[in-house]
């Protein structure tokens, strides 16, 4: 499966923006989609994660309350909206795949389909 992220931009912070994880292929829908991002100079970073089978979403602590995810199997798309944006949210935001939910889902490396990454950029 193929992945492109898009919806990144340039927002004041308090702002929102919602980011869209479009996957090819009709099996795109079949697997589990978890967003990371990573800032200049910083590892790349767990953000949510979306579990096919059950539909259980989890956050990393600093995204709580702020940010959602959803999918659109219609669409065959997997959705990011981030409400309350911050400075320290600035990174570049990536979707990635597996078929197989990982119990490390939180680790960058257990995942093998990556889209290009798409900017958000928050200005304080």
């Known amino acids: 499966v193929q992945l492109q992220a898009s919806g990144g931009g340039l927002v004041q912070a308090g702002g929102s923006l919602r980011l869209s994880c479009t996957g090819s292929?009709?099996?795109?829908?079949?697997?589990?989609v978890v967003w990371f991002r990573q800032a200049p100079g910083k590892e790349r970073e767990f953000v949510g994660a979306l579990r096919r089978s059950t539909g259980a979403i989890y956050y990393a602590d600093f995204v709580k309350g702020r940010f959602t995810i959803s999918r659109d199997n219609a669409k065959n798309t997997v959705y990011l909206q981030m409400n309350s944006l911050k400075a320290e949210d600035t990174a570049v935001y990536y979707c990635?795949?597996?078929?197989?939910?990982?119990?490390?889902?939180?680790?960058?490396?257990?995942?093998?389909?990556w889209g290009q990454g798409t900017l958000v950029t928050v200005s304080s």
């Open positions: 990635a795949s597996r078929i197989n939910w990982h119990i490390d889902y939180r680790t960058a490396r257990n995942y093998n389909e």
């Open positions: 292929g009709r099996l795109f829908n079949t697997y589990q």
